[in-house]
């Protein structure tokens, strides 16, 4: 199993910069690829971005260019360092791997960008 924690949301203004961090209760060295997922209310949780264990990246279109996603693995560690917020980034944040024919979540943590 894997037990993923995230941390660093919160209220930020637009224009301003996050960095969310999720910790990984294991080694992610081998795991394939982690993700930062993000949801609203009333809609499909929708992927942000993932980092695969080569260290290769891909992101949604909406964050391209803003949004970095990076990882630790002496730390098992996973960042999504995200500039340039806009109110359209306002959503809850999850960490998640597939990992051994199964998905794990994280709790989530609340980004809210406003004035």
């Known amino acids: 199993q894997v037990q993923l924690v995230e941390s660093g949301g919160g209220l930020v203004q637009p224009g301003g910069s996050l960095r969310l961090s999720c910790a990984a209760s294991?080694?992610?060295?081998?795991?394939?690829?982690m993700d930062w997922y993000r949801q609203v209310p009333g809609k499909e949780r929708e992927l942000v971005a993932t980092?695969?264990?080569?260290?290769?990246?891909n992101y949604a279109d909406s964050v391209k260019g803003r949004f970095t996603i990076s990882k630790d693995n002496a730390k098992n560690m996973v960042y999504l360092q995200m500039n340039s917020l806009k109110s359209a980034d306002t959503a809850v944040y999850y960490c998640?791997?597939?990992?051994?024919?199964?998905?794990?979540w994280g709790q989530g943590t609340q980004v809210t960008v406003s004035s």
């Open positions: 294991r080694s992610i060295f081998s795991i394939n690829a």
């Open positions: 980092i695969f264990s080569n260290g290769n990246t």
């Open positions: 998640h791997t597939y990992w051994l024919t199964n998905n794990y």
